[in-house]
């Protein structure tokens, strides 16, 4: 017996981890490409019979959920089954997309309505409504998921939402066009894409203060974190801007394949994952080196905003 459970501790020490697959979202063929990223194969694809615009990934990687402003949907896939399992009608027109760290709820702004909508993936029910500021275009939870943040484009600012009231606390005065948010693992610091200044807002979020910015390049669109850097495309010249966390500052460029959008951190391959809408390429650097890892063939026009890596 004794023999049998030590051969049982082995196996799963030494059994490999579970290879996570990037998703491209692209516009153009309305599908969505799977790609292993420890393979780097394509395996798989879904026609959606919509096109998508924004995405977010359940805490346990098994569910991606998609919105469609065009279709008026969020759609629920089966990231292991490639399959769609639910299409969740949206009164309005949706765009960004989060989950919450529960897996029980997901947050989904209406930019045609100004509004947060909180729904029930798992049957489709709306369970409150929050007005925003104008066009709520990036939606974020803090880990511990008691704060949502939304990102309002044409009113220069960020909401701060209670999320066990839904209620907004605040709002953060941010530069022109802010779009793309992410937070930072302790919950402590959102970064903030301002489209319109080339610029990244740094908020601290115990305070609701910005406390510091960095300048992007032309057109930046996402923005992804890792451990102590933050990563951000900019489509209007090809390239990701690396920036120290702790210096807010940029301290390299890296070239891209043309019109970088979607970005990424794959912590389990140690790489920086990201897609080129105009060249229909999934590209990826090593994060230790920073230097073009890999490049393999997606959908027409990959283009969306928020995290894409499933289990």
């Known amino acids: 017996m004794r023999i049998r459970w030590l051969a049982l501790l082995a ?6 981890a579970m290879a996570q697959t990037a998703v491209s979202l692209n516009q ?8 292993n990223l420890a393979t780097m194969n394509q395996s798989g694809t879904l026609k959606l019979g919509m096109v998508p615009s924004g995405s977010a990934v359940a805490v346990n990687g098994r569910r991606l959920y998609v919105s469609s402003k065009a279709g008026r949907i969020v759609g629920v896939i089966d990231a292991a089954r490639r399959q769609l399992t639910r299409r969740i009608p949206i009164d309005g027109t949706p765009l960004g997309i989060a989950a919450d760290p529960n897996s029980t709820r997901i947050y989904v702004t209406d930019v045609e309505n100004n509004r947060l909508l909180e729904i029930n993936p798992r049957n489709s029910g709306v369970l409150r409504i929050i007005k925003t500021g104008k066009y709520p275009a990036g939606v974020a939870v803090t880990p511990d998921g008691q704060k949502i943040l939304v990102t309002n484009r044409d009113d220069n600012n960020v909401s701060v939402i209670d999320a066990a ?7 953060i005065k941010v530069r022109a066009a802010p779009t793309s948010i992410a937070i930072s693992d302790d919950g402590r610091r959102a970064y903030v894409v301002n489209s319109g200044a080339r610029n990244l807002s740094i908020i601290d979020i115990p305070s609701e203060q910005v406390v510091g910015g960095v300048a992007l390049g032309k057109d930046p669109y996402e923005v992804a974190l890792g451990k102590t850097r933050a990563f951000v495309t900019n489509s209007g010249e090809d390239a990701i801007s690396v920036i120290d966390l702790k210096l807010q500052r940029v301290t390299t460029t890296l070239k891209t394949c043309a019109q970088p959008s979607a970005l990424a951190v794959d912590p389990q391959q140690y790489r920086l ?4 809408t105009r060249d229909n390429l999934l590209t990826t650097f090593n994060l230790a080196t920073l230097k073009p890892d890999a490049q393999i063939a997606v959908g027409q026009r990959p283009l969306s905003r928020g995290p894409f890596i499933v289990n």
Request: charged share 15%; with cysteine.
């Open 11 to 16: 196996f799963f020490i030494t059994a490999p």
């Open 28 to 35: 153009a063929s309305s599908d969505l490409t799977f790609i």
């Open 165 to 171: 009231d839904f209620r907004e606390v605040t709002q």
């Open 273 to 276: 994952v990201g897609f080129c």
